[in-house]
């Protein structure tokens, strides 16, 4: 069963940067993820769509995160990533990784979700 894992989250202060990631794990073999994104839910908040990247690389952001936050995917599209830089203490919250259609030797899964990662900015 493929599963999403995110890592590379953590406490910094406002004006610092992290890089999350997010892979499968759970199969063997060659994996691709074609077009994935990034959530965030903040306390107490709505699930907010952060940055999108299609399997062609086109990319879209949240008007909040725009110039600050790159999503990419890894040489092997196998892992995305979500580059952080000029965080705020709005930021924080917990990260999701979401995957559109994770293609597998085997066949492909649809809508994978990781559990999550918090990030936590302090002002």
């Known amino acids: 069963q493929v599963q999403l894992v995110e890592s590379g989250g953590g406490l910094v202060q406002a004006g610092g940067s992290l890089r999350l990631s997010c892979a499968a794990t759970?199969?063997?073999?060659?994996?691709?993820?074609?077009?994935a994104n990034w959530h965030r839910r903040a306390t107490g908040k709505q699930r907010e769509l952060v940055a999108s990247?299609?399997?062609?690389?086109?990319?879209s952001y949240a008007d909040s995160v725009k110039g600050r936050f790159t999503i990419s995917f890894g040489n092997a599209k196998n892992t995305v990533y979500l580059e952080m830089n000029s965080l705020k203490p709005e930021d924080t919250g917990v990260y999701y990784c979401?995957?559109?259609?994770?293609?597998?030797?085997?066949?492909?899964?649809?809508?994978?979700w990781g559990q999550g990662t918090l990030v936590t900015v302090s002002s």
């Open positions: 990247i299609t399997s062609g690389g086109s990319t």
């Open positions: 759970g199969t063997t073999g060659s994996i691709q993820f074609n077009g």
């Open positions: 979401n995957v559109d259609r994770v293609l597998t030797e085997i066949g492909s899964v649809y809508n994978s």
